[in-house]
């Protein structure tokens, strides 16, 4: 196996970020709420229909408002109910899963709306503790 495929199977662990547990396959999902979606399409929206033509600074664009975020958690801890869209953790726990839903997600038009590019960016380059890299014990 060359080193890029080795690196593209390394598993990935996932954090709730309810109640900061490791999250099992089987037990949760990443996801981002409908409503979080349709909130931040709003507001983009607004935004732009009140800087149309003007011009734009530093100031006004902190005022853009968040996109819809990613969560991770438990079913348990409230993903069973999420009324949106859910990827559950056995399906993306390696980094070439991940990149094939990241893949998937780039055709859907609500994507831009979401903060999927910092997850998969804070992931990869280790700035956060929701998504862990750990090699595989092959000798299992």
Known sequence: MNPLEHAMDIELDFICDTC?????????????AHADIVKARADHAEWEKNHAGGSIDIVSLLTL???????????????????GYDISVERVRTWRALLGWTA???EKTWLPSTNWASVIGDAAEGRSARIAAHAR???A
């Open 20 to 32: 900061g547990c490791p999250v099992e396959d089987g037990e949760g999902a990443l996801y981002v």
């Open 65 to 83: 408002g968040a996109p819809a975020p990613w969560l991770i958690q438990h079913d348990m801890c409230g993903a069973a109910e999420a009324d």
């Open 104 to 106: 998937h997600l780039m």
């Open 137 to 139: 014990d092959d000798a």
